[in-house]
């Protein structure tokens, strides 16, 4: 699967400049203004109200016009901000209060005049005093406001996400969970949890299980750990098969295991079988001595499982199956799919199906899975789940063993966790498991189930 790398340009953060303006050259003005008079006065000149407000008019523009040019020869950089328009009756209207603007400072941007108090960042609501601001749909915010508000932050180091040698916000996302976070988390040896792929955030303490293995507090809620724990979620699957006329005859022990124990009886079996590069269930043919687990764990200090209790299970041969082996630990939905996965195999080796490719193997058992969790999880869950682990127990792995069925409610999370293990099986990319299965799905659309095997059975491969 996959992991998205996105970049944030910040296109529509847009760093514009503020001009305030001082009583100075309202001053200025007034002065200028009052001498003209007194010349006119003394020469006995009438002097036109219309003409003289012209004349201050033009005489302020080219004040404006001489101190804007002062400001390009000291070197000043940024948006350089729109000039004031003076209204015909030469009052400055605020954009903000719409009151006129009397002597004093007034601050001059975004195409009008402000009363300094009147013109505020659309965030906090407060004035904005700082020489430069952000925009963001012509709305003006302070640096810092716009910063907390549209620059992405990490879901693992809750910092914003710095920016790469461009001077872009780069990203890495899941392709489901879509959790953001900074690329040098794939580096830093942050784990993730072994079920649902999120990575640790670093205000959270994911369970270390026995081999090594990372799981978050939401999939631990459901967690199967021990024999015991996995023999209802075994009979729902045997049901499940029942109901689609596939009954598995005979009694096949189903043992959880640790996962050195199930690489070791991996490389026991004869028979070479495909596996995916992180094996988490195994159908077996072979007489072996499996070390499963006895007793559900406890959660000790550091959030270390303790108190593992495992002991010997001597297979013996009486079909051509002896045992199915499943990862401990895992979520009832995904100890489910895999088991689901695992009894195909079974079904298959006692049904007399021989030589088969691994593309059509492993694609018609992913079919199976995919499936169970469809009868389990029937509709897609849309809404979002909070984020990682924020609500999750973590006391004891014996306080809340995984007891739900089929026919139980399930957590939001749990739902949206079915939707995960559907959406890895559909995206899977490899030829064996990812093509196999979507070859596997589509012709059982097409034609049905039964059918689909019967052809398997006739042909070795998929009907088209």
């Known amino acids: 699967m996959g992991w998205l790398s996105k970049f944030f340009k910040g296109s529509s953060n847009r760093i514009s400049r503020a001009q305030y303006n001082d009583d100075e050259i309202e001053d200025l003005d007034h002065a200028i203004a009052l001498s003209l008079a007194e010349q006119d006065q003394i020469k006995g000149k009438t002097v036109d109200p219309e003409s003289q407000l012209e004349e201050d008019e033009l005489l302020a523009k080219a004040i404006q016009e001489s101190l804007n040019s002062e400001e390009s020869q000291n070197g000043q950089t ?3 901000a729109p000039r004031a328009v003076i209204p015909p009756s030469g009052l400055r209207i605020c954009n903000g209060c719409k009151n006129a603007i009397g002597p004093g400072r007034f601050l001059s941007c975004m195409d009008s005049v402000w009363h300094p108090d009147c013109f505020k960042c659309d965030a906090c609501n407060k004035p904005i005093s700082d020489h430069e601001f952000s925009m963001h749909d012509d709305h003006p915010y302070h640096k810092s406001c716009y910063r907390d508000l549209y620059h992405p932050k990490c879901d693992v180091c809750k910092n914003f996400i710095p920016t790469n040698k461009n001077g872009l916000i780069e990203y890495r996302a899941h392709p489901f969970w879509m959790q953001k976070y900074c690329p040098s988390h794939e580096q830093d040896g942050t784990p993730r949890c072994c079920s649902c792929e999120r990575m640790e955030p670093r205000d959270v303490k994911y369970i270390t299980l026995d081999d090594g293995r990372r799981l978050c507090l939401e999939c631990l809620n459901s967690a199967v750990m021990d024999n015991d724990e996995c023999q209802p979620l075994y009979i729902d699957i045997q049901e499940f098969y029942e109901g689609l006329n596939m009954k598995v005859e005979q009694q096949v ?9 199930l690489n070791e009886a991996m490389e ?4 070479e079988h495909h596996h995916l590069p992180e094996t988490r269930g195994l159908c077996l043919s072979e007489e072996q001595i499996v070390r499963t687990i006895l007793k559900r764990p406890f959660i000790g200090p550091g959030n270390k499982i303790i108190d593992m209790v495992t002991g010997p299970y001597r297979l013996v041969r009486r079909c051509e199956v002896t045992a199915i082996l499943i990862l401990f630990g895992l979520p009832r939905l995904l100890t489910g ?5 695992e009894m195909m195999h079974a079904w298959l080796r006692l049904k007399g199906f021989r030589s088969l490719s691994p593309e059509v193997e492993e694609g018609v058992c992913q079919v199976l ?16 789940i909070p984020s990682t682990s924020s609500s999750a127990t973590s006391s004891s792995a014996t306080s809340a063993p995984a007891t739900s069925s089929k026919k139980g409610p399930k957590s939001e999370f749990e739902k949206k966790l079915g939707e995960f293990f559907k959406h890895q099986i559909e995206t899977d990319s490899s030829s064996a498991y990812g093509d196999g299965f979507r070859l596997g799905i589509k012709a059982v659309n097409k034609y049905g189930l039964r059918t689909t095997l019967d052809h398997i059975k006739l042909a070795g491969s998929f009907p088209y």
């Open 337 to 341: 799919s895999i088991l689901a996965h």
């Open 78 to 80: 940024g948006q350089t």
């Open 253 to 261: 022990p189903l043992l959880l295991v640790e996962r050195q124990a």
């Open 268 to 271: 026991g079996e004869k028979v």
């Open 369 to 384: 899975a995919h499936l169970w969790l469809e009868s389990e999880n029937p509709s897609v869950l849309t809404a979002d």
